[in-house]
């Protein structure tokens, strides 16, 4: 079974210019989440969905973040304009519901320069 | 403010010993909480959850215990292998659906 897929996996860019991340959860899962790892902060939880309707986005760090999920298979993160201190690591995690496990894609490793 | 606390530094062990990583957390009311495998380069794998009335889990090597009262939870490897070296995350419930994730510790098993 496929699961939560990212692209890119990589991506250096130069400040002010715009990134766009994109996840496909696994089939079936009504949880999209969207997550932020640095050594700093650990993993940060920026917005969730369900259902494709964002849930809970406080944790978006400002309005330079935005996010989005058009259907049930797809989700971008936009960031426009970047920033260097947005250099991190962009997860997308996807799951069933309450206390259920979520099922992580590998990332997208994010470098602004 | 909430926090979750893991231990920041790396756990050295020797294999076939048993590793047991602690998660501490204030200012939550968790109806339960996960543990997680992340390995470098690569996103989290969920391993366990115990709920807030279960005071243990266990999965094959793997043990968790959930205490309430002392808002705590141990994570147990038994045996532990070579192949457990990895960084290993708390993860508590907020708000039902969302997980709140520890900074993790760092495992490392020696032959």
């Known amino acids: 079974d496929a699961g939560v897929i990212q692209s890119p996996r990589h991506e250096v860019t130069e400040m002010g210019q715009e990134v766009t991340l ?78 259920q496990p979520q099922h992580f894609g590998d990332g997208t490793r994010l470098s602004i320069l | 403010s909430q926090k979750i606390e893991q231990n920041s530094e790396a756990l050295n062990i020797q294999e076939g010993k048993t590793a047991t990583l602690t ?52 994570f147990h490897i038994t045996a532990s292998q070579p192949a457990d070296s990895a960084t290993y995350l708390c993860a508590l419930e907020n708000s039902g659906y969302a997980l709140n994730f520890g900074k993790g510790t760092s495992l490392l098993v020696t032959p």
């Open chain 2, 23 to 74: 998660c501490n957390y204030t200012n939550y009311s968790p109806a339960y909480l996960q543990w997680y495998r992340q390995d470098p380069g690569r996103g989290p794998v969920f391993l366990l959850l115990i709920r807030e009335n279960e005071k243990e889990k266990r999965k094959e090597r793997l043990k968790v215990t959930f205490d309430t009262t002392l808002k705590q939870s141990l």
């Open chain 1, 22 to 99: 994109r996840c496909k959860p696994i089939s079936g899962h009504d949880y999209l989440f969207w997550y932020r790892q640095t050594m700093m902060r650990g993993l940060e939880l920026l917005i969730y969905f369900n259902n494709n309707v964002p849930i809970d986005d406080s944790g978006m760090p400002e309005d330079r973040f935005s996010a989005k999920m058009p259907n049930a298979s797809f989700s971008t993160l936009k960031i426009q304009p970047s920033e260097p201190r947005d250099s991190a690591v962009y997860f997308c995690a996807s799951s069933l519901g309450f206390a």
